[in-house]
């Protein structure tokens, strides 16, 4: 890696040279592009695909293994007049139940 030495700044690769992105500096060496195609490929890595859980946590307790924390959602399941059901899903054992209260 190339640093600028008027202001010490990382050089990047110009038209031939390195050359200072900062204060028009340039080298005449070049820059190395392993470091720039390096960061180029960090910005590829694909967006993980796993679903991440939204749900808000709420005190409530597990009917299967009694733990106290549970994610919490709502969900219309039959006709859109009636109240939608309370889901909860255990976050230690990932039991899900509604609620009917
Ligand atoms: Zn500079
Ligand atoms: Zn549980």
Redesign the pocket.
């Known amino acids: 890696m190339l640093f600028?030495p008027?202001?010490?700044?990382i050089l990047v690769q110009k038209t031939k040279n390195a050359g200072?992105p900062?204060?028009?500096?340039t080298s005449k060496e070049k820059a190395d592009i392993k470091i720039i195609e390096k960061i180029n490929e960090r910005k590829e890595i694909p967006i993980i695909s796993k679903k991440i859980d939204i749900h808000p946590i709420v005190d409530e307790e597990c009917p299967k293994c009694s733990h106290k924390k549970a994610y919490f959602w709502m969900q219309q399941t039959r006709s859109s007049d009636e109240a939608p059901t309370k889901f909860f899903k255990c976050i230690k054992c990932e039991e899900t139940w509604r609620d009917y209260s």
């Open positions: 600028c008027k202001c010490g700044a200072c900062r204060c028009n500096y």
